[in-house]
């Protein structure tokens, strides 16, 4: 089998380490790269390093911003409804439920879900920081919109748990969602009639 030279492994090495790319698409992304002009390979060099320089977490949601804000647009628009939060695993979720023009409050974003397996409990994620937002914000109702899969169903039961001892309305998206799907593959009309079913979790 022929050695390739090493910049040439190390980039299809780095591009098999993104989620869903394999050995072969990775090694057909690397030679298109190869091949490619000069300025396409800069714009994506270029893209990456900013990718860690010019973003950064929302103080309040943690949701993805520009380093250089301390609010993301979405807690900084007061034409949202303060009073309901939005709670999803990841800002890729927020995008999700965003697309469907269907919600008007708030979002937290966890960073992750609840799982035993891989070591991830709650103080791994952005849970301390949801309740103080419950505990000091006017905050009517918690909409709890982990995927629904095992790890998000016990992460979602947690909350429901954590936030017993405030007055506020917890809610789950409504299984208007297939089990063991992610939200940021739904359709928006499957997302809308999730969030217009949204139950009590019990």
């Known amino acids: 089998?022929?050695?390739?030279?090493?910049?040439?492994?190390?980039?299809?090495?780095?591009?098999?380490?993104?989620?869903?790319i394999g050995p072969k698409s990775a090694s057909r992304l690397a030679f298109f790269l190869l091949r490619a002009p000069d300025d396409v390979a800069n714009q994506l060099a270029d893209a990456l390093s900013a990718l860690n320089t010019a973003t950064g977490t929302c103080s309040i949601?943690?949701?993805?911003?520009?380093?250089?804000?301390?609010?993301?647009?979405?807690?900084?628009?007061?034409?949202?409804?303060r009073t309901i939060v939005c709670v999803v695993e990841e800002p890729l979720d927020v995008l999700a439920i965003e697309k469907t023009s269907g919600f008007h409050g708030l979002y937290h974003v966890l960073q992750g879900v609840l799982s035993p397996i891989e070591g991830i409990g709650?103080?791994?994620?952005?849970?301390?920081p949801l309740i103080e937002r419950v505990r000091n914000e006017?905050?009517?109702?918690?909409?709890v919109a982990t995927n629904p899969s095992m790890e998000g169903d016990a992460t979602a039961l947690y909350l429901k748990q954590q936030l017993a001892a405030f007055d506020v309305h917890v809610t789950r998206?409504?299984?208007?969602?297939?089990?063991?799907?992610?939200?940021?593959?739904?359709?928006?009309?499957?997302?809308?009639?999730?969030l217009a079913g949204r139950q009590e979790i019990s």
Do not use: H, W
């Open 61 to 81: 949601c943690f949701n993805i911003t520009l380093s250089d804000q301390e609010r993301c647009e979405i807690c900084s628009d007061p034409e949202r409804d």
């Open 1 to 20: 089998m022929p050695i390739l030279p090493a910049p040439v492994q190390n980039l299809i090495n780095a591009f098999e380490r993104l989620p869903g």
């Open 122 to 128: 709650p103080e791994d994620l952005k849970i301390r």
């Open 138 to 143: 006017n905050i009517r109702e918690v909409i």
């Open 173 to 194: 998206l409504a299984r208007g969602l297939p089990v063991g799907g992610d939200l940021e593959y739904a359709d928006q009309n499957t997302l809308l009639r999730a």
